[in-house]
C-alpha cells in the first residue's frame, strides 16, 4: 500500500511539473505572438508608406527637384517616427530591469515554498533602479541559500525578504521565523555568500537571536 502510495504521489508531482511545463511553453508563446504582432505592424505600416514614397520619387527625380527633395524629407521623418513607435512597443514589453530582479525572486520562493508549509513574503523600499545586475545576481543566489536553510532547519512557518534601497547601501534581508541558533555555524552556502559580498565591497550580518536573519549591505 505504501509502494502504491508514492507510486501515486510520483505520477501526481510529475503530472503537475508537466502541466507547469506547459504553462510556462504557453506562455513563452503568447508573449513571442503579442512582440511579432506589435512589431509586424509598427515596421510593415512604417516600410509600406516610405516604399510608395521612394517610388514616387525616383519618378519625379528629374523633372521636379524641389518635389523630390520635399518628399525625401518626409519620408526621413516617417522612418524617424517609425522607429520611435518600435521603440515605444518593445520599453512596454519588456519589464524594467527591477520589476525582473523582484519577479525572479518571487518566482523561486513560490517553487522553493511549494508544498513545503511555508509561506514568504517580499517587501521592499527606495529605487530599486539603483540595484545593479550583478547585485540582482548575487541577491537571487543569496535568497536560493537562505531560503533553502530556512526550509531545511529552522522548523518556522514564515520567510520574509527585505530589500531596501537607502542613501549610500542597498540592503536586503532574509528572515525566517524559526527557532533560530545561538552558535552560529557557517556552511559552505553562508561562506559563498560572505566571499561574494566580500568582493563587491559589501558586508553580511548574521543573527539567530530572533530566528535566523542574514543582512546583506551592498554599496552603490
Known amino acids: 500500500m505504501q509502494r502504491k502510495k508514492i507510486n501515486h504521489l510520483e505520477y501526481e508531482m510529475k503530472q503537475e511539473e508537466s502541466s507547469h511545463n506547459q504553462t510556462i511553453y504557453t506562455a513563452r508563446l503568447e508573449e513571442r505572438t503579442k512582440i511579432s504582432g506589435n512589431l509586424h505592424d509598427k515596421i510593415g505600416h512604417t516600410i509600406s508608406a516610405v516604399l510608395l514614397q521612394l517610388e514616387a520619387i525616383k519618378f519625379i527625380m528629374n523633372s521636379d527637384k524641389d518635389k523630390a527633395s520635399e518628399m525625401l524629407t518626409t519620408s526621413i521623418k516617417t522612418l524617424r517616427g517609425g522607429m520611435d513607435e518600435i521603440r515605444v512597443a518593445l520599453r512596454s514589453i519588456r519589464p524594467a530591469e527591477e520589476?525582473?530582479?523582484?519577479?525572479?525572486?518571487?518566482?523561486?520562493?513560490?517553487?522553493?515554498?511549494?508544498?513545503?508549509?511555508?509561506?514568504?513574503?517580499?517587501?521592499?523600499?527606495?529605487?530599486?533602479?539603483?540595484?545593479?545586475?550583478?547585485?540582482?545576481?548575487?541577491?537571487?543566489?543569496?535568497?536560493?541559500?537562505?531560503?533553502?536553510?530556512?526550509?531545511?532547519?529552522?522548523?518556522?512557518?514564515?520567510?520574509?525578504?527585505?530589500?531596501?534601497?537607502?542613501?549610500?547601501?542597498?540592503?536586503?534581508?532574509?528572515?525566517?521565523?524559526?527557532?533560530?541558533?545561538?552558535?552560529?555555524?557557517?556552511?559552505?552556502?553562508?561562506?559563498?555568500?560572505?566571499?561574494?559580498?566580500?568582493?563587491?565591497?559589501?558586508?553580511?550580518?548574521?543573527?539567530?537571536?530572533?530566528?535566523?536573519?542574514?543582512?546583506?549591505?551592498?554599496?552603490?
Open 99 to 220: 520589476e525582473m530582479g523582484i519577479n525572479r525572486i518571487k518566482l523561486l520562493m513560490d517553487e522553493k515554498t511549494k508544498n513545503t508549509g511555508f509561506k514568504f513574503t517580499i517587501n521592499y523600499t527606495g529605487d530599486l533602479n539603483k540595484i545593479t545586475s550583478s547585485s540582482w545576481h548575487l541577491f537571487y543566489q543569496s535568497v536560493m541559500e537562505l531560503s533553502t536553510n530556512s526550509i531545511k532547519y529552522s522548523k518556522g512557518s514564515l520567510i520574509t525578504i527585505s530589500i531596501n534601497v537607502l542613501n549610500k547601501i542597498i540592503k536586503l534581508e532574509v528572515k525566517d521565523n524559526g527557532i533560530g541558533c545561538t552558535k552560529i555555524n557557517k556552511n559552505i552556502g553562508l561562506s559563498n555568500i560572505e566571499d561574494k559580498v566580500s568582493s563587491e565591497n559589501g558586508k553580511v550580518i548574521i543573527n539567530g537571536e530572533d530566528g535566523f536573519s542574514v543582512i546583506i549591505l551592498m554599496p552603490y
